[in-house]
């Protein structure tokens, strides 16, 4: 059987362990603490503009603005919920416009979601996961001529372990992350001929180059916990 330190433990006997759950708060505020600065620059603010005339031009703009404040940053320091950290936010830049016979319609949604989870009572480790995703709609004179993507769809997940440092109970360590990455980005097939496929290509290529700082979480400093004040968000 593997020995070690349960760190955040939901149900434990042990004295050693239990001295260690009582800090719970402040492990979940310190990763908190951790995480927040890096997240506005996932926090994506969508403006969309359609103008259209009368014998068939459309024309899209667009502004994509990373900065944003999260619409929700909380944490559980209770024993009861493995669920540590959540932040969340969203987005959406939305216009239509029509002129005679020509209607042309522009939706970008980004969205930012990140959960800090303890695991399985014994493994020491906790998972952070984000996911960023940028979804696109684009209509050009019909339903027939519509194209719904997500640009973005990426999700990273770290896997953390926490540890004693020197054998005390004064001070944690976080090592790691092991890091997972799925892309499940979208690029759509469009009529190369087709007047939306400029628009297209433009607007997913400036989400790309917005999101491209979208990388794994780098916890690596030691937490202190001698002397620290419980605290809740």
């Not at 239990?18 to 927040?36: E, F, G, H, P, W």
């Not at 404040?69 to 493995?82: E, G, W």
């Not at 989870?117 to 339903?143: F, K």
């Amino acid at each position: 059987m593997a020995t070690g330190t349960n760190v955040l433990p939901r149900d434990s006997n042990n004295s050693q362990n239990d001295v260690i759950a009582s800090k719970r708060s402040v492990i979940t505020n310190y990763l908190l603490a951790q995480i927040l600065p890096s997240v506005p620059r996932f926090c994506i603010n969508a403006i969309c503009n359609v103008s259209t005339h009368p014998f068939g031009g459309v024309n899209y703009e667009w502004d994509l603005t990373p900065g944003g404040t999260p619409q929700t940053a909380t944490i559980d320091p209770t024993s009861s919920d493995p669920t540590l950290v959540t932040i969340s936010f969203a987005s959406e830049g939305h216009d239509v416009d029509k002129a005679g016979i020509t209607a042309g319609e522009l939706k970008i949604s980004p969205s930012y979601q990140c959960n800090i989870v303890e695991n399985a009572v014994g493994t020491n480790t906790i998972t952070v996961t984000q996911r960023l995703l940028v979804g696109v709609y684009v209509m050009h004179n019909g339903p027939e001529y519509t194209y719904q993507f997500n640009a973005v769809d990426k999700t990273i997940t770290d896997i953390y372990t926490i540890s004693s440092v020197g054998g005390t109970r004064s001070t944690l360590q976080l090592t790691g992350p092991e890091t997972t990455i799925v892309d499940n980005s979208q690029t759509p097939v469009v009529d190369p001929y087709a007047e939306a496929s400029i628009a297209i290509d433009d607007i997913s290529e400036n989400i790309k180059r917005n999101t491209a700082g979208f990388v794994a979480t780098a916890f690596r400093q030691a937490i202190p916990l001698a002397g620290q004040t419980e605290a809740s968000v």
